[in-house]
């Protein structure tokens, strides 16, 4: 089997090993693949394994040998999967690699905005703590979270995560999820509610058009004053010029993503400059533990595939 891969880099930088799929046949890895490269490096592929190149009908009209599209990742609309059926293309994702990163993220983002580690370690080194004429001092308000509400949008494996540990810091947990499933130690509400009740609210739902711009005015002016929004789902779940402006105008206290509704972001977007706003660059997913599963996961949907079996498959 030829398998060429198309973007391999964020994957696997260098610290992995590609042998699990050079084991099922033979590889060809490119860091990444413009558009107007993607039909020559793919041409002789049966397999493509991608993880954000974009296959559209166009392109899979020119590629008569791709028998298989592995998704290096959850998220799969970077593929026309129509035009991939219609070409009896299969198309599988990864799923369930990353929960504990991501919910580690998303306390690393909630811990940075309530205790301000590296900012108050920032003005450490700058002389601060030195000059100063008392024993400690902070920057900033310093927050407890033991006692806090924090409500989450979508209830997963990584929202299952996340819930644990916020019951570990003394933390009331209210959910909302389309079909809610009982949980020991946490309410289901309503949507509503959690925008109302929560001094936390963090997402966790995939991108539909029934999820898309959840978090908009109307439902950010819902929220209490001092309430924190997370996301470590999908960027568009959010409207970022009225995150923004939410901010600007205080109608929440601050915000922590590691998704944006383009990645990477334009210059322009409004939550660059937007108050107590933290943003790290989509690296939930990207431990080296759950890239390492990740590929091992790869390869077992290809290798599934070859034997003649289905698994993950979304088309």
Known sequence: MNITILDGYTLNPGDLDWAPIHELGNVTI??????????????????????????????????????????????????????????????????????????QQTFALLLSLVNHAELHSQSVYAGEWIASQDFCYWKT?????????????????????????????????IAYRKHPTPMQGIEMVSLEDVFEKSDVVSLHCPLTDETKEIVNQERLARMKRN???????????????????????????????????????????PLLSAPNCIITPHVAWASFEARKRLLTMVADNLESFKNGETKNVVS
């Open 141 to 173: 308000p310093l927050t407890e979270l033991a006692g806090k509400t924090m409500g989450l949008i979508g209830l997963g494996d990584i929202g299952s995560q996340v819930a644990q540990i916020a019951l570990a810091f003394g933390i009331k947990v």
């Open 227 to 269: 309430a924190l929004l997370l996301n470590t789902g999908r960027g568009p779940l959010i409207n970022e010029a009225d995150l923004a402006d939410a901010l600007k105008n205080g109608i929440i206290a601050g915000a922590g993503l590691d998704v944006l509704s383009t990645e990477p972001p334009k210059p322009d977007n």
């Open 30 to 103: 490119y860091d990444r693949s413009a558009a107007e490269e993607i039909v020559e490096r793919a041409k002789d592929a049966e397999a493509l394994l991608v993880n954000k190149v974009v296959l559209t009908e166009a392109i899979l009209d020119q590629l008569p040998n791709v028998k298989y599209i592995g998704v290096m990742a959850t998220g799969f609309n970077n593929i026309d999967i129509a035009a991939a059926r219609k070409h009896n293309i299969t198309v599988t994702n990864v799923k369930a690699y990353g929960p504990a990163s991501v919910a």
